[in-house]
């Protein structure tokens, strides 16, 4: 972390830990996090205290904290150059998102699509964490006076709203939080079911086959990608109704980085079936190095656990230092 000798743009981002890595979080949002550690100032964080606003079991939930861990810094994290830490192990987030509730509105906290689509899931369990996240998610943001925040179209209000929180808190105190601003990164990639895409791909799917996640073997990712459903026209083209085919043609150009264009044309006359067989392969090879690497994490426990104590340990100096003026300009005696 050299961010008062480079000027580099600081970037901040996070993910839950709830359940295996997938596809779609890889393309979607990993990915990025990984090409961006060059050009700016990158703080990742495991979201583990979001997490528990859907109850966890205890061994699971450990189980999955690791696993992610594990499978983010194989995808490409660079300890050197970025910051992943986790979020329970640094206490400002905690602290500062209990003074943002303050200044946070019950009515915008009901406008959040999020909540009122969890609460409808989870209506057995509609907690208060489930209604004040976005005040959590806007602390993890500001205490690090993020420039940027890359973050999917699922996130985007709750990225307003930290913003709206920021203004406001700014507007009573003078400038104590930079006002972050949403990064839609070139090629992210929005990846959908495998079996139903018109539906995101989601680790909690109940068709296995409608999801790949990062650990699956190369088999069962090739077997996945036969069997994904397409359409009766057996032509290989980027065009609306074709929403199967569509999601074929984002995964593989994400991953080998060929345009719509490319692509049509490299399969032109050929038949799915290829296809299928191409983006299988291509997928099987992206994500090899990542499988291997977290198996080697895996099994060596004691370095994830060195690299995630020194990022906790800067994180909480950092943040540190938003929290104590943010407290000290409300008032409080220190
Ligand atoms: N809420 C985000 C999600 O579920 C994760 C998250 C937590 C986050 N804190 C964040 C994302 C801060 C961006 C910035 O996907």
């Not at 709750?158 to 913003?163: A, D, F, G, I, K």
């Not at 990846?191 to 996640?213: I, R, Y």
């Not at 392969?281 to 690299?307: F, N």
Request: aromatic share 10%.
């Amino acid at each position: 972390m050299e961010q008062q000798t480079e000027k580099k743009k600081i970037v901040f981002s996070a993910i839950q830990p709830s359940g295996t890595i997938t596809l779609g979080n890889y393309l979607g949002a990993v990915k990025n996090w990984v090409a961006m550690q060059d050009e700016f100032n990158c703080i990742y964080a495991l979201a583990d205290l979001h997490t528990i606003t859907v109850r966890q079991e205890p061994a699971q939930f450990r189980k999955n904290i690791i696993d992610a861990y594990a499978s983010i810094l194989a995808c490409g994290i660079d300890a050197e150059k970025s910051l992943f830490f986790m979020q329970s192990h640094v206490t400002t987030h905690a602290q500062l998102a209990w003074l943002l509730n303050c200044y946070t509105q019950f009515g915008e906290l009901s406008r959040m699509t999020q909540f009122k689509d969890k609460s409808a899931k989870h209506a057995d369990n509609v907690n208060a964490g489930l209604f004040t996240y976005p005040a959590l998610m806007a602390a993890d943001i500001l205490l690090y006076q993020a420039d940027m925040v890359p973050v999917g179209a699922d996130q985007k209000q709750h990225l307003e709203l930290t913003r709206n929180i920021a203004e406001r808190f700014n507007g009573l105190y003078g400038n104590v939080f930079k006002v972050p601003e949403p990064y839609i990164p070139k090629n992210g990639a929005r990846v959908m079911s495998l079996q139903d895409p018109t539906k995101k791909m989601s680790k909690s799917d109940e068709n296995v086959n409608a999801c790949v996640t990062l650990m699956d073997s190369p088999e069962t990712i090739m077997k996945k990608f036969k069997r994904a459903v397409t359409d009766s026209e057996a032509k290989v083209r980027y065009a609306e109704g074709k929403d199967g085919i569509n999601n074929l043609m984002t995964i593989y150009s994400a991953v080998t980085g060929l345009t719509f264009e490319q692509i049509e044309k490299d399969f032109d006359g050929k038949g799915y079936g290829d296809f299928k067989t191409a983006v299988g392969e291509a997928v099987v090879e992206e994500l090899r190095p990542v499988r291997e690497r977290y198996d080697k994490y895996i099994a060596d426990k004691s370095y994830m656990q060195e690299c995630y104590r020194k990022a906790d340990e800067i994180a909480q100096k950092f943040s540190q230092r938003t929290l104590d003026k943010a407290m000290k300009k409300i008032g409080f005696v220190k």
